[in-house]
């Protein structure tokens, strides 16, 4: 079993910042590629941002320049900066950890942006 806990989301207005986190636990032999996805009521789940074990970063378009990604790789821990909050980005947020074989959700954590 792996387990993904999540915290850091809320109710922010516009321009405010937030920072998620994500740790993984449990029987998990290494962990490859992290990341964050999103999903707004009503419209698809989205890859928000990615990061390689070694620390390659990749981007979703609208949220370059304004969220950054990281990882503790001691700590099985994947965080995601997000400043400059707009209501568009207001949505349920999920990491995701990549395994040997199996990529991995976390529960989700909701992101109100208010305007």
């Known amino acids: 079993q792996v387990q993904l806990v999540e915290s850091g989301g809320g109710l922010v207005q516009a321009g405010g910042s937030l920072r998620l986190s994500c740790a993984a636990s449990?029987?998990?032999?290494?962990?490859?590629?992290m990341g964050w996805s999103r999903q707004a009521p009503g419209k698809q789940r989205e890859l928000v941002a990615g990061?390689?074990?070694?620390?390659?970063?990749t981007y979703y378009t609208s949220v370059k320049g304004r969220f950054t990604i990281s990882r503790d790789n001691a700590k099985n821990t994947v965080y995601l900066q997000m400043n400059s909050l707009k209501p568009e980005d207001t949505a349920v947020y999920y990491c995701?950890?990549?395994?040997?074989?199996?990529?991995?959700w976390g529960q989700g954590t909701q992101v109100t942006v208010s305007s």
């Open positions: 995701y950890v990549d395994g040997p074989s199996l990529r991995y």
């Open positions: 990061i390689t074990r070694s620390g390659g970063t």
């Open positions: 449990g029987s998990i032999s290494s962990i490859n590629a």
